[in-house]
Every structure is written in C-alpha cells, then in structure tokens.
Nanobody
C-alpha cells in the first residue's frame, strides 16, 4: 500500500486560493493514478479531480472545472490541487486517493484503494 498525507487546507475568504499537497510514501508513486475527493458534513464523498500516472491525463468535476488544477511531481512523490476562485460551496474535508489498478483514473471513490486522512478547507462568505 501507499501512504498518503494531505496538507495545505485552511480558512480562506470567497474568491481566495489554496494549494493542497498530498505526499505519498511506501510504494512507487508513478504506478498510481491519483485523485482528490471532498466531503462536506451530511453529504457523500464527491469527486473533485484526478490525474493519470504520467501526469498527462486530467479529469475534473464540472463544479470545479476552470477553477481547480490538479498536477503531480513524480520525482517528489507528491500530487497537488491548486484551488482558485473559491466559493463557500467548496467547504469540505479534502481527501487524496491513489489507485494502481485501473486503466485510467476513476471519478468514483470506490475505484481508489488508498486514502489520506483529509485536510479541512473552509471558505467564508
């Protein structure tokens, strides 16, 4: 298994930006598709963004397209989520996830077998 640790969450005003990081250890990072998901209180965990093993293929939820950017640095075993133009609806715990088996990165949280502990993002109005 790969171990994942998220960082970079915090409190930001509407329209602000944050950059989340997820550091991986334990296995060959470049073997894994990586995804970001989020979960607000009382709601299901939802897909935010995903990136393929080589960092070329990226996928986004419609709700964040044009505002969020996912990227990865395989040399540093880290995946990033740059979030801009943040809205109160973006408030949630953000989770990093890794999957080594699929052909392409999934948008369903059930596709991912490794998860971080999450980092809180709060956007104030």
């Amino acid at each position: 298994q790969v171990q994942l640790v998220e960082s970079g969450g915090g409190l930001v005003q509407t329209g602000g930006s944050l950059r989340l990081s997820c550091a991986a250890s334990g296995r060959t990072f470049s073997n894994y598709h990586m995804g970001w998901f989020r979960q607000a209180p009382g709601l299901e965990r939802e897909f935010v963004a995903a990136i393929g093993r080589g960092g070329i293929s990226t996928y986004y939820a419609d709700s964040v397209k044009g505002r969020f950017t996912i990227s990865r640095d395989n040399a540093k075993n880290t995946v990033f989520l740059q979030m801009s133009s943040l809205k109160p609806d973006d408030t949630a715990v953000y989770y990093c996830a890794a999957d080594q088996w699929a052909v392409r990165p999934g948008t369903n949280f059930r596709s991912y077998e490794n998860w971080g502990q999450g980092t809180q993002v709060t956007v104030s109005s």
